[in-house]
């Protein structure tokens, strides 16, 4: 498994610069002053370079909403139960979650995989069963997940990429499900970005006061019980992640390989991306990040970064409800540059007085 975990790394390339001359000639002779798309133009840019043409095409599109349950949960960081992620997993299928109303308003398919819900699920169209285990260990205890456990959901997230591309899909995005999930995610970014616990934990589902103080203490024990198998980047991701969280990984690894862009979603999505961008730099070509989450610390996370995400609406939902609303942003851009006319073909003078 480790061979194939490195293979897919070996074979992430960065973007073809070069095309970025007749992307940016075409774009500036469209009927508009140039410039005047703002961030659709960078959106459309970055889309062309990472489809590696200058006729960029954008019709297929998927969500994949990742689940699973977390041995964390027990320690009382969450505003909900665990039993609230297989029976959203459930709502999911049966059409009634909002990342259902958002893929479908957006023209997207949507597959919800189960990586790790403490449950067992009966065969569904809409759902991928690829469970690894009935939940990750308690990470204030010791590792959340083995290596072994880790490369498994790692590679399922790079299978399910090229599938995807290997079904013609042109965009893919991620999405989340699992109660206690922002635990992990936080001491993730505080291990992978060395960040301070405090300043990036916030309240996930809606916690007090209390609880957010013993979220605080829980996650600070994950990185001190963990601290001795804390190397490398898949290391922190077995220790401190989730199976969710690495399928994520994965499918952020496995279209960057085939040169597929990703959506990445809020709070928690965004913690599987970084793990791959730790991973592999070339993988930053990929990625659109879709939204500010109002999660404390994303804000933080995306400045680290460097990144600016796509729109900023106050959400802190999961499932993939920014990453799906942010598709159709793209498909816009997209759009614009492929349907608008330039100044010879409808006769507008291109010389500004
Ligand atoms: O994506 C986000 O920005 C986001 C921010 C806060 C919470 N969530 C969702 O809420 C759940 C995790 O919250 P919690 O409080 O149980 O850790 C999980 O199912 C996520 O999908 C998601
Ligand atoms: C109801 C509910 C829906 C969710 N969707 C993503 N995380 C969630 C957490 C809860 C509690």
Redesign the pocket.
Known sequence: MIDQFQNTLSSIKGVDMSLSGAVQAHLDDLTKPKGSLGRLEEIVMKYALARGTDHPVLKKKKVFCFAADHGV?AEG????PAE??PQ?VYNMLHGGAAINALASHAGADLDVVDMGVNHDFDEHPALRRHKVRKGSANMAKGPAMTMEETLQAVMVGVALAREAHAEGYDLLATG????????PATALYASLLDLPVEMIT??????DDVTLGRKISVIKQALEVNAGQLSTPLEKLAALGGFEIAGICGLVLGAASVGLPVVV?????SAGAVAALKMSCGVSDYLFFSHL???QG?KTIMNRLGARPILDLD?????GT?AALAMQVIEASVRVYDEMATFSSANVSDKSV
């Open positions: 949960a960081v969450s505003a909900f609230v992620t959203m989340e499900m699992g109660i206690a999930n922002t635990t916030g309240r996930g589902t809606g916690i979603d809020g709070f928690i999505s989450s109002r999660e994303h959400l802190r939902l999961g499932e920014g």
